[in-house]
């Protein structure tokens, strides 16, 4: 079956703007989650969302970003007002919630210029 | 607390050879310690993963040494081949959701021929 998803895979924007990325988990996965890897750094967790639950946001670097999760299934992460220090590859990834092993995308490439 | 430390950055070995790379931990209420393997442009994949219940897990060419004690693991590849030149992140989590990790920096891995 098909992996998670991510799009864009590349966006380059200018500082000030707003910018959105989605995940499309794998299907029948209950847990989705946001990871950043900033430029030879390894990961950063930032949010986690599991079926119905309130969505652990412990990881959020601050309130520029925001990120939902519609139906269950596909997340958007939002960051406002992009820096250039949110320069990365947001990953995202999923699993079934009860499970060990999590599934990553291949990341989207952000460059606030 | 929170914290995993890696080490070295960065590892040269040549083919045949054993690739070593350490981690270190604090917080003694992680219980699962999984590695990952990042090849350029992809996304992380899990290679192995252990926990605590057990001092060393093997498959295939990979093996975990996990020391509770010393709160430390690694990661051995042995017969080491140029395929296996990836970036390596060593990481930790458990609780009430094992896809929420804590990661380490990352050990770049090079294999010549």
């Known amino acids: 079956g098909a992996g998670v998803s991510q799009s864009p895979s590349n966006k380059v924007t200018e500082k000030g703007k707003d910018v959105e990325l989605r995940c499309d988990p794998i299907s029948g996965h209950t847990a989705l989650y946001w990871y950043r890897q900033s430029l030879g750094q390894g990961l950063e967790f930032l949010i986690y969302?599991?079926?119905?639950?309130?969505?652990?946001k412990s990881g959020l670097p601050s309130d520029r970003f925001s990120a939902e999760r519609t139906g269950g299934s596909v997340s958007t992460l939002t960051i406002q007002r992009t820096q250039q220090e949110d320069s990365a590859v947001y990953l995202c990834a999923s699993n079934e919630g009860s499970g060990n092993t999590i599934y990553f995308g291949e990341g989207s490439w952000l460059t606030v210029v | 607390q929170q914290q995993v430390k890696q080490s070295p950055q960065s590892l040269i070995v040549q083919k045949g050879g054993i690739s070593i790379i350490n981690c270190a931990y604090e917080?003694?209420?992680?219980?699962?310690f999984p590695w990952y393997q990042q090849f350029p442009g992809k996304g992380p994949a899990l290679l192995i993963a252990i926990r605590p219940d057990v001092s060393e897990k093997k498959e295939g060419r990979f093996t975990i040494s996990f020391n509770k004690s010393a709160k430390q693991f690694s990661l051995h590849i042995m017969d080491s081949q140029p395929g296996d030149s990836a970036t390596y992140f060593c990481?930790?989590?458990?609780?009430?959701?094992?896809?929420?990790?804590?990661f380490g920096q990352g050990t770049i891995l090079t294999v010549h021929p």
């Open positions: 969302f599991q079926g119905n639950s309130a969505p652990d």
């Open positions: 917080n003694t209420a992680f219980d699962y």
């Open positions: 990481a930790a989590g458990g609780g009430t959701s094992y896809g929420k990790l804590t």
